[in-house]
């Protein structure tokens, strides 16, 4: 375990994964800490029981078009959620780049910043409009 995993700390992500022996897997430092803005992002706003202000409201854009209306609303939205519940990280709404790939697709392209290490990470995540199965 390096240091900075030492200073980031250590626990479970959600979801969570097993190991060969059946053993829950626990995360370390940019990990944890990408899996938590996975979980955040990701997760309906006012859909979890006990915390209803968890969340991102990224999904009501699900039926709005590609333009760039849209596209503030998700650095909105994306911003608004990691600021109030990922307290690990800095993020700049201009650090937020909108990567259309097609109608159906939108990369949204985080650069932030950890907090007690000023170490700069990216992270991608896929937003998808229309799943083809």
Not at 16 to 32: A, H
Not at 35 to 55: A, Q, T, V
Not at 106 to 116: D, E, M, N, P, Q
Request: proline share 4%; hydrophobic share 40%.
């Amino acid at each position: 375990m390096t240091n900075t995993e030492k200073f980031l700390g250590s626990g479970l992500a959600f979801p969570l994964l097993l190991d060969d022996s059946g053993k829950v897997v626990v995360s370390t430092g940019i990990d944890l800490i990408k899996s938590s803005i996975y979980n955040i992002i990701n997760w309906p706003y006012k859909h979890r029981f006990f915390l209803e202000e968890y969340g991102c409201r990224i999904e009501e854009l699900l039926e709005e078009p590609n333009d760039n209306i849209s596209f503030n609303l998700a650095r909105r939205y994306i911003t608004d959620a990691l600021n109030d519940w990922e307290k690990r990280i800095s993020i700049i709404p201009s650090d937020i780049a909108v990567e259309r790939v097609d109608d159906k697709a939108v990369y949204l392209k985080l650069k932030y910043t950890i907090v007690s290490t000023k170490k700069e990470e990216t992270f991608i995540y896929p937003f998808y409009k229309q799943i083809n199965y």
